[in-house]
């Protein structure tokens, strides 16, 4: 998985396919850029060569010394067991909306299958049947995405608003946000019990700010029929929140901004030329997870915008790991905490190949970018659950 492999993305599909067909995977962290080592079958060895994915056949010898490289405690290597296949679910709406979605992009090119689920699904206990949730570009707070000033007269904006009231009252609420608000809990009790969340774009930062504001009214009345709460700043309860706190509302409704948790519209001198960010190291043989979620072929990783691009780092709760950061602008990119017995990634951005997506751009071809960094770490977040738990060391 280091810089010798064709098809990054691709790879993973392959360790998923493993683990379904109950074949044991070992994924090397740190070695060779996180590369997965599996008995050789013959089956293994042509799924290999169908899909164009690089690999190697090596002997006992070579394998055996390979795993006490590893274990060397001088050496930052670890390897840990993939045994079980995560249950995948995306959390998207049914209708059509004019963007795509980078996961459901590359799980569909990794060949890893996944179900799509909304708020009714979610209302009906369906999401305890998975382990793995996606949200991607999704307003938990009912404002539909701030599109109002730009797109209100625009034919899917209407119709999403529509397909949302209906929703809502098919759900017994008054209130679109009222059941936003439900799904909210409901995916953050998910997470609590022991799943897995993972979250791009304005599927971050909403839904924290939906859960701070539970039972205060934010929202002006294009969005819901009457007015905000005007002491809503004050009502909100950042305890509440998973990742972010004292983040101070956007109250402006003509603008396509949550709060200032994002800094897409405050950072400065930051273009597709200059826009990186870093990965951090951590100590494989005692930050396991961490690791696990940065294994990459690259450390410098380049940036990429949405309507949530990046988080204000003086926002970030104390308690959540720091995975990767463009430090010149103080900004977090890419983040990781635990929350009861589950535990969420948040990753800035709409699409790790398309540095400024556009309402109506056309989706990204991974045939043109299959060895994104970018792309490797949502994969990481999609084989993470599959790892055997380990005590931890003390």
Same mark, same amino acid.
């Given at each position: ?164 009231? *209906?929703? $809502?009252? /098919?759900?017994?609420?008054? +209130?679109? =946000?009222?059941?936003? #608000?439900?799904?909210? %809990?409901?995916?953050? !009790? ?117 309507? *949530?691009? $990046?988080? /204000?780092?003086?926002?970030? +709760?104390? =308690?959540?790991?720091? #995975?990767?950061?463009? %430090?010149?602008?103080? !900004? ?63």
């Amino acid at each position: 998985m280091d810089e010798g492999q064709k098809n990054h993305l691709k790879a993973y599909g392959i360790a998923y396919w493993c683990i379904k067909q109950q074949t044991e995977v070992d994924w090397l962290l740190n070695y060779r850029g996180g590369s997965f080592l599996v008995k050789h079958a013959k089956a293994i060895e042509d799924e290999l060569k169908i899909r164009g994915v690089s690999y190697e056949v090596l002997a006992d010898g070579k394998v055996s010394a390979i795993l006490n490289e590893i274990i060397d405690p001088a050496v930052n290597m670890e390897m840990v067991k993939l045994e079980k296949a995560p249950k995948v679910a995306v959390y998207s709406p049914k209708s059509k909306l004019p963007w795509d979605d980078a996961v459901t992009l590359v799980l569909t090119y990794a060949e890893i299958p996944y179900d799509v689920i909304y708020d009714d699904e979610i209302l009906k206990d369906k999401l305890s049947t998975y382990d793995w949730l996606h949200l991607h570009h999704e307003d938990f707070t009912g404002q539909y995405g701030r599109f109002w000033s730009a797109f209100r007269n625009a034919t899917w904006y209407q119709e999403d608003v529509k397909y949302q009231e *209906t929703a $809502a009252k /098919r759900n017994g609420f008054n +209130k679109v =946000s009222e059941m936003k #608000l439900a799904v909210a %809990k409901r995916i953050k !009790e998910f997470c609590v019990g022991g799943g897995f969340l993972f979250a791009m774009c304005s599927g971050t930062d909403s839904f924290d700010i939906a859960l701070a504001a539970e039972g205060v009214d934010i929202l002006e009345s294009m969005f819901d029929g009457d007015g905000m709460d005007a002491n809503a700043q004050s009502k909100l309860d950042y305890n509440k929140a998973v990742a972010f706190t004292n983040f101070k509302l956007d109250m402006n409704p003509y603008r396509y901004e949550f709060s200032d948790i994002d800094v897409t519209e405050t950072r400065v001198g930051f273009d597709k030329s200059n826009d990186f960010f870093t990965l951090f190291d951590f100590s494989a043989k005692w930050d396991l997870v961490p690791t696990m979620l940065t294994q990459n072929h690259e450390k410098v990783v380049k940036g990429f915008m949405g309507q *949530t691009t $990046a988080f /204000r780092k003086s926002l970030v +709760k104390p =308690s959540i790991t720091v #995975l990767g950061e463009n %430090k010149a602008g103080a !900004e977090v990119r890419y983040l990781h905490g635990e929350i009861g017995k589950g535990q969420f990634s948040f990753y800035g951005g709409h699409d790790p190949e398309d540095y400024q997506h556009q309402v109506n751009d056309p989706p990204t071809d991974l045939s043109l970018h299959p060895t994104s960094p970018g792309y490797r770490l949502i994969l990481n977040n999609v084989l993470f659950p599959a790892a055997k738990k380990k005590p931890q060391k003390t």
